[in-house]
Structure formats: C-alpha cells, structure tokens
C-alpha cells in the first residue's frame, strides 16, 4: 500500500497548494463566522428590544428610533394598566410554576421508577396536552370552565396553566431522572432510608438540576401564554394580552423597559449559576 | 476494632447467645421472572461468621440470591431466616444487611464521609464522626473524606462502597462482583484486604462472583450455583478435589472425562474400564447411581513418563500418544490423545526436573495417585461448565483451544 503510493506521480496525488490554501483558511475561520452570524441572527431580536425602550416615539407607534430619552425607564408604569398586567401574569406563573413542578416531580418519578399497569399508556398520555395546538385547548378550555361553573379570570387561567406546563416539567425531569443509577435508590433502601428518605436524601438533590430547569420552563410558559389565556381570562388582563391589546393602538415603549427587565434578570441569574457552578467545583477539587 | 465486632441488630430484636445466632437460613427460595425460573428451590444455611462465596456464570440465579437476602427482590416461594428470625417479609430498609454493590452505587452528590455516614444517620446513631472515621481507616481512606466519589479511583470507590456497608455492623454483608471493576493486580489486593477485614470483624460476609479463582482464594466454604439451583457445597478444597458433577469438576479448574464403566469393587475401590484399561476409584468419591461413569482426574495430578516403565500399583495408568505440548514456564501441557477415546487427556507437568519434551508422537502411560480420581453419573453432559470459569488461572490448565480443535474434528460428542 506505501510503496504504491509512494511510485505515484506527485500531480496524481490528491494535493495541490491551492486547494490547502483555501481549506486552511475555510478550516480556520468558517466555523467562527458561521458561529458569529448565528449568535447575531438569534440575539439582534432582544437588541432590538433593548434599543428601542430608550427611544422617544415620534408619534404612536415605536417603531423607528427617533431620540434617546431615559423616560420610559423612569416612567415605567406610566401606560394604564401595564405594571398591573404586569404583576398579574408574575403571580400566575410563579404558582403556575411550583404546582406544575410537583405534581410534574412526582409524576416523572413514578412513571420512570415503577412499573405499573396502564404504564405506557399513561408516558403518553401525559404528553398529551404538549402536542395539542393551543388554540383547540384554549377554546375547549372555555367551554369546560363555563359547563362546569368556573369563572373565568385568574383561577381559569391559573388551572389551565398548571395544566400544560406539567408535560413540560414531567419530560425534563424524566430525562434528568434516567441519567441516575438506579441502584442509588437501593443503596439508599439497603442503608436504612424509608422510600420517602431515600427519595429526599438521594434521588431529590440528584434531580435537583432538571426540576430546577422544569419549573423554570414552567414559569416561562405560563408567563408568556397568550392564546389559551386568551380564552379564558374573562376581565383579568395579564401582560402577553396588555402587549396584544396595546399592539393596536401602538405599544409604549415601556414594554420594552419591562421585556428588557426580564432579560437582564435572567441574564444576571445565568450568569450568577455558572459561577456558582464554577466556584463549587473547583472547591470540591 | 472491639466496638466494631459487638454486633448490634435494629431490625431484630433477639435472645442473646441462642444456637445459630447470625445463621443465614435459605429455605426452599424460588424466584421467577414469567416463565424463567431463575432460582430454583434453594436451600442454603450461612454459618455465622464464615465468608461464603456463591459461585456460578453469569445467569445461575447468584445474584437474584443475595438480592432476595437483602430485599431487593422478593421470593415468590421459600423463607429467608436470619438468627433464627424470619425477615422474608421484612423491607430492605429494615433488613439489619448491607451490600456493597457490583457499580457501587455511591451517591454522586455527597462527600465520602457523608457517604459512609449514610446508614448510620438514618438509624440516628451516635459518635458518627468517630465511627465513619474509623473505618474509613481502615478501609486507608482518610485523606479522602471530604472528596466526592467521582474523584476517586475505581479501587478507592470500591473501599468506599465496603466501608460505607460495614460502617453499620450488618449482620450479614452482601457482595455483589465486588471486585468485577477492577483489573487483576487490584483485584488481588483486594481480595487479600476483603478477607483481612471479614477475619478482623468476624462478620458474616455472603460473596457473590463468576470467578471462581477469587472465590476459592477467599472464601472459607463455596457454593457453585447452575441454574437456579446448588451444585454443590464444600470449602475450596474439597470442592476441587472432590467434585460431585461434571459442572464443578470443569467450572472449578479443569477435569479429564472419561466415559467407563463400573466393573466390581475391591476392598475400598470401585474398580472401573475406561478405553479398555482399568481404572480403579475410591469408594467415597463415586458420585453415580449408574454402571456408566465419567471417570475424572485434575490434569496437574497425571505425570506423564515414557510407555513401557515399570507400572506402580498404587497408580491408575491410561497410555495414549503425545499429539501436542506447550511450555507456559512453570510447567508443560500435554495433549494425549487415549486410543478408544474421542477427547484427548490434558495432563500439566511442573517445572521441576532436567530433561527435554516429550515429542509429539511419543507413546506414554498416564499415571496418577489411585485418590486423586474421582467418578461422576455418566448420564451428565462431560462440557457442562466448560469456557464459563473466568480468567487464565495461573497453575491451573487451559487447552481450550486444543479441545476446540479436537471437537472440530470429531464432531459433538454427546
């Protein structure tokens, strides 16, 4: 094999200077560049966002920038009913979230660590309200709140909530929960622990990262609804639908402010978990 | 240490010093998983403070066992007895056993100290720090208490899991493969440490393995499991020299079969014919109810000398023709192919005098101690164990490869 390749004429073999010139550069850079442009692609929306809440209108619609002005930031509540939507949907997904994380916790960990009857039947199941389009959901949402006797308002819209954020929370932690070994809960058994123990002292701290990322999930769901709330929210106005209303006579730039809150919020908790995160290993070490 | 040997049971509240205390009784276990029958009617007492090893290839029902021992699965028939108390229906969580389990099953999320600590905060015991302290001692893992278990090797995560288990003074310790993990230098020491441990606390330890040169090395007496159910039970050495079926006879080292028949007694032999030739077996180590036999002796016990030296009375003899040998340092392997028999002889000769190999072709006789031979029903399968004991045992023989070629040849003999 080596002594044919080495009788091969040079222009034969699979080499030219030019093509390695080209590759190399292509080798070197076009994965940044491609890189680059998605990152610009996917964070030029909330620039956008940023940019505009320091805008001055001209007229009712902020949509070209016209004048810097700190306004809206000092002004937040200034549109009516904006900092009420506000709160509003804050409350809802804050419950939202921790319901739907331990009803989500619980189901996750029967449906992966028992085997019972209707089992496959009810890993489906669970998805179900996931694949459903919302605004079928929201719309037989409606009629079941009126036949039952509901009100329509902040408990309907808390209930249906709590509803479709559970499938959320129910698959991450599944996944976080078939990483573990399953022996660590007999371990726990064989050490002395009650199922209820083991379950606290073992399998709870080791899910810990997924339902942390359930209920955030959760609580980002049930923030941003807007078509199923839609439906069922009688005279109760959260903030997707204040956003929604307002669209048709021009959004105040104090949404910005208020979606720019959000994101600096987050940013800030990611940034602090990482390091965190970081911190822990390294002392560990 | 003497704190540590005064076992105390909290699941079990029993009369002191009674006969059998810390006994492991198994009664009639069966365990089935739809129509398999994993283990089969197993009856099995564990003397107080012995290290019992279960020993079998993988699917014999060994560790289905030792999970029934310590609730992990629940018999479907049987009783389980520990000092005389019936724990069949009592929950792991109550069972006064620990195990050390085959992945370990450390927890990730705690330090070694609060892994070790474990079982004796769930059973809200005093001098914790003092107890966890001591045996990670013992166990030399001081210096690491305050890692976590992924920084640990895989032989330290090992003493962790024995620690973290004997830290509670179970009554019985279960090992699952502990030491399956690991590679062979580790394995030996820690085989060593295991039974250095076990004879310092006196503790009952039931050992589970496949390998059957670890289990002979520390156990004080062997069960060989196959199918669910007990081959046969002795210490190391009676299990070798004496096997009882063909399973243990080539499960534990290696055995020659060969197919004979009962020809009368004399005095405290059987006398048997083999290929034609007699062959003489004592009395007590016959293990058949039929004439047809399966006459079998260990090939480290045959010396091999040149055909026509002067015949010793008290040896059996089997000539045959040198077909194969190979040198392996500490001694030489011999393929002898018997005339009449389809399976040639193994016969290993140690290193120990001058001389050259016998060449292929050479007619030999095959001799060896009346005592070293033994009888089996010659009903049973003569492969049954074979190629499912582990591991290249130094001293002890392995012609696999010729036994392949010698089957190849001659087809499945049944």
């Known amino acids: 094999m080596t002594r044919e390749t080495a009788q091969r004429p040079v222009s034969q073999l699979n080499y030219s200077p030019k093509r390695e010139r080209i590759s190399g550069f292509f080798g070197r850079h076009i994965i940044r560049v491609i890189g680059a442009l998605a990152t610009v692609y996917l964070l030029l929306p909330i620039a956008v966002i940023i940019v505009m809440s320091l805008n001055k209108p001209a007229g009712r619609y902020n949509f070209t920038f016209n004048e810097f002005t700190l306004d809206n930031w000092t002004n937040m509540c200034g549109p009516y009913g904006l900092c009420s939507s506000v709160t509003l949907s804050l409350q809802i997904a804050l419950a939202a979230a921790v319901a739907a994380t331990v009803i989500g916790v619980l189901a996750a960990y029967s449906l992966s660590r028992f085997r019972f009857r209707g089992h496959g039947s009810a890993n489906i199941l669970v998805l179900l309200p996931m694949t459903m389009p919302e605004v079928v959901l929201g719309a037989s949402l409606l009629t079941l709140y009126v036949n039952v006797g509901i009100p329509l308002g902040p408990l309907a819209i808390l209930l249906a909530h709590i509803m479709f954020c559970i499938s959320f929370v129910i698959i991450v932690v599944k996944a976080r929960l078939a990483m573990l070994d399953a022996n660590l809960t007999e371990a726990a058994a064989d050490l002395y622990a009650t199922p209820w123990r083991a379950f606290k002292r073992v399998t709870l701290p080791l899910a810990a990262p997924g339902i942390l990322a359930g209920a955030v999930l959760a609580f980002a769901l049930s923030f941003d609804d807007f078509i199923i709330t839609n439906f069922n929210s009688g005279n109760a106005m959260t903030f997707p639908m204040y956003v929604w209303g307002a669209a048709k006579r021009g959004v105040p730039p104090q949404v910005n402010v208020i979606a720019t809150v959000i994101f600096l919020i987050v940013m800030v908790l990611a940034v602090t978990m990482s390091i965190v995160a970081t911190v822990r290993e390294n002392r560990s070490r | ?414």
């Not at chain 2, 059998?20 to 009784?25: K, P, V």
């Not at chain 2, 001591?134 to 640990?152: D, F, N, S, W």
């Not at chain 2, 390998?211 to 069960?223: G, P």
């Open chain 2, 1 to 414: 240490m003497t704190e540590v040997i005064t076992a105390e049971s909290e699941g079990l509240k029993q009369a002191t010093a009674l006969p059998g205390e810390g006994d492991l009784d198994l009664r009639g276990l069966v365990k089935r998983y739809g129509k398999n029958t994993v283990v089969d009617h197993l009856d099995l007492t564990i003397p107080s403070g012995q290290l019992f090893a279960l020993l079998g290839p993988s699917g014999c029902g060994k560790t289905t066992t030792l999970r029934m021992v310590a609730g992990l699965e629940h018999p479907d028939e049987g009783q389980i007895h520990l000092s005389g108390t019936d724990i069949t229906q009592l929950r792991t969580f109550r069972r006064p056993v620990n195990t050390v389990f085959q992945s370990y099953a450390l927890f990730p999320h705690l330090t070694i100290f609060e892994n070790v600590a474990f079982g004796l905060r769930e059973r809200r015991k005093k001098d914790i720090k003092a107890k966890v302290s001591r045996i990670l001692e013992t166990v030399e893992l001081q210096a690491m208490a305050h890692r976590k278990p992924a920084q640990l090797s895989g032989g330290q995560q090992q003493r962790v899991a024995l620690a973290r288990a004997l830290v509670n003074e179970p009554q019985v310790l279960l090992l699952d493969e502990p030491l399956g993990a690991l590679d062979m230098k580790l394995r030996r020491q820690m085989q060593y440490q295991i039974k250095q441990i076990q004879n310092e606390l006196g503790l009952t330890f039931l050992h589970v393995t496949h390998d059957q040169e670890e289990a002979m090395t520390m156990a004080d007496k062997i069960a060989v499991m196959n199918n669910g159910r007990i081959e046969q039970m002795g210490a190391p050495e009676e299990l070798y020299e004496s096997p009882r079926t063909a399973f243990v006879a080539n499960f534990l080292g290696s055995s020659n079969l060969l197919e004979g028949e009962v020809r009368g007694t004399d005095g405290d032999v059987v006398v048997t014919e083999v290929v034609g030739q007699q062959v003489r077996v004592p009395k007590d180590r016959v293990h058949s109810a039929h004439q047809s036999v399966f006459v079998g002796v260990r090939p480290e016990k045959i010396h091999v000398v040149e055909h026509g030296t002067a015949p010793d009375p008290s040896e059996n003899e089997i000539s045959g023709i040198v077909l194969d040998s190979s040198f392996i340092g500490i001694g030489t392997e011999y393929v002898v192919t018997v005339a009449g028999s389809f399976e040639p002889m193994k016969a290993f000769v140690q290193n120990r005098s001058a001389g050259a190999r016998l060449a292929p072709g050479t007619p030999v006789s095959l001799r060896w101690q009346i005592p070293f031979t033994f009888a089996l029903d010659g009903h049973e399968d003569p492969h049954a164990g074979e190629g499912s004991a582990v591991g290249p045992a130094t001293g002890h023989i392995s012609v696999d490869a010729d036994e392949m070629s010698a089957r190849a040849k001659h087809g499945p003999r049944k």
